[in-house]
């Protein structure tokens, strides 16, 4: 059972939608990733957020903002998003150095 | 280029074969993890390499790191249906002004398939 919680499991949005994905441990970690995996495809990492503060933001576009309220959560704000835009997201957690810990991930399909 | 090249692409076998997938950088890896996915779910972390001419094992998966550590093969002995899925190969990698410590890269994935 995976230890690092990721909802919802399947969004459907239309391009104007404002939506979030949500990902939550408890595992004490202090780093926190969100990945982005297209079909048959390895994931490809998004932001990096290290203490709660943004480490690594991959020249993502701005459509997608991430936000770390708390040292457990990690939210992926979504808005204006493009059909090329769907895929799976997934989160990870780790220590510090150490190794990721992958949620399920949220299946996004944009209409 | 692919930073990280995985072979062989996909692999058939019949249970209860061995079975070995390799994991190869052009750069020096801080540190190298094997990750398994089942279609459209979440990866599985199996092992973490660090040192040089490391081996890990774990029930009936092997994984090592080559002494240069820019090599790695993750070995699964007598396969079983339950092996089958994506085999996905990660690494911090070590580049001239420090290390990508945080941006894990991915290997594009080997497709197992166990045959009952």
């Known amino acids: 059972d995976t230890e690092v919680t990721q909802t919802p499991k399947h969004l459907v949005m239309g391009m104007t939608n404002k939506k979030s994905l949500k990902c939550e441990q408890h595992?004490?970690?202090?780093?926190m990733y969100w990945y982005k995996q297209k079909a048959k495809k390895p994931p490809e990492l998004m932001f990096v957020?290290?203490?709660?503060?943004?480490?690594i933001n991959e020249s993502v576009p701005s459509r997608f903002s991430p936000e770390c309220p708390n040292s457990s959560l990690l939210n992926l704000h979504l808005h204006a998003l493009q059909p090329e835009d769907s895929a799976l997201y997934l989160c990870?957690?780790?220590?510090?150095?150490?190794?990721?810990?992958f949620g399920e991930g949220s299946r996004l399909t944009v209409l | 280029s692919q930073e990280l090249e995985q072979s062989p692409q996909s692999l058939i076998v019949q249970e209860g074969k061995n079975l070995t997938i390799n994991c190869t950088s052009s750069k020096t890896l801080y540190g190298l993890y094997w990750y398994k996915q089942k279609y459209g779910e979440g990866l599985i972390f199996l092992m973490m390499?660090?040192?040089?001419?490391e081996e890990k094992s774990h029930e009936k998966i092997t994984a090592k790191l080559d002494e240069k550590k820019q090599q790695s093969s993750l070995h699964i002995t007598a396969s079983q249906p339950s092996h089958a899925g994506i085999y996905l190969c990660g690494a911090d990698i070590i580049y001239a002004g420090g290390t990508s410590y945080g941006k894990l890269t991915f290997g594009q994935g080997t497709i197992l398939t166990v045959h009952p």
């Open positions: 390499l660090q040192k040089g001419g």
């Open positions: 957020y290290s203490y709660e503060k943004l480490s």
């Open positions: 990870a957690s780790s220590q510090v150095l150490g190794e990721l810990f």
């Open positions: 595992m004490g970690h202090r780093a």
